[in-house]
């Protein structure tokens, strides 16, 4: 069946440091990507989202990277706050509804 | 911040109770979703709606009901809770007709089946 999956489920980074959060999809009709990031005892927040026809994207201190050869994608958070500790999910959506992996926990070091 | 909204927050319930979750939205979304959630695990989708009077089942398979009768409301019941259903519950809507639908979540509600 489909999966969405990261490679790894935890990731600590230095302050200042830059942050990448990895995941694989199975999917290959997927053709909406999106990353929600989500704090402890909250929902999740929508940080930012490519559609397959883009390999990149850039918001506000991150960059969504997308390899559609290889069904990866990739979140970059540029100079890592401590307002960036949280669970990075990603999701894979065609048709109506997306799958989502499991989450990655980003702990941000000082 | 999105208009999204969910109580209780947090429920401690006893085996065979029925409960009632609540979720509603001030954005006059279309499209709503409920998913579930355990500790440190994925979201499964568990029910979705496309507008009133459309429910339907998602991947997950779950002994829940929804219904939709009003656009801003799409409450989700359990008829006899069991400590299975012990888990976090978030309610998300949508946008009507986007290309790029970003869904809005609740801040959850974290059951206790006792």
């Known amino acids: 069946g489909e999966s969405v999956g990261l490679h790894l489920p935890t990731l600590s980074v230095q302050e200042g440091d830059n942050s990448i959060i990895n995941c694989a999809y199975s999917n290959s009709a997927s053709d909406y990507f999106i990353w929600y990031k989500q704090e402890s005892g909250k929902g999740p927040q929508f940080i930012i989202d490519i559609r397959s026809n883009m390999d990149k994207r850039q918001g506000q201190r991150v960059t969504v990277l997308l390899n559609k050869t290889v069904k990866h994608l990739s979140l970059q958070i540029a100079a890592t706050q401590p307002g960036d500790s949280a669970v990075y999910f990603c999701g894979a959506g065609y048709g109506q509804n997306f799958v989502f992996g499991p989450g990655t926990r980003l702990s941000v070091l000082p | 911040e999105a208009d999204i909204y969910q109580t209780p927050r947090y429920l401690v319930i006893g085996t065979g109770k029925k409960i009632t979750l609540e979720c509603s939205q001030t954005m006059g979304h279309d499209k709503m979703y409920w998913y579930q959630q355990d500790p440190g695990m994925e979201l499964h989708l568990i029910h979705y709606s496309y507008g009133v009077n459309s429910t339907e089942k998602g991947d997950l398979s779950s002994e829940s009901t929804v219904s939709r009768i009003r656009t801003e409301h799409f409450p989700l019941t359990l008829e006899s809770a069991r400590p299975s259903h012990t888990s976090q519950y978030l309610c998300?809507?949508?946008?009507?007709?986007?290309?790029?639908?970003?869904?809005?979540f609740g801040p959850g509600t974290r059951l206790l089946v006792l």
């Open positions: 998300a809507s949508s946008a009507p007709g986007r290309a790029l639908e970003t869904q809005y």
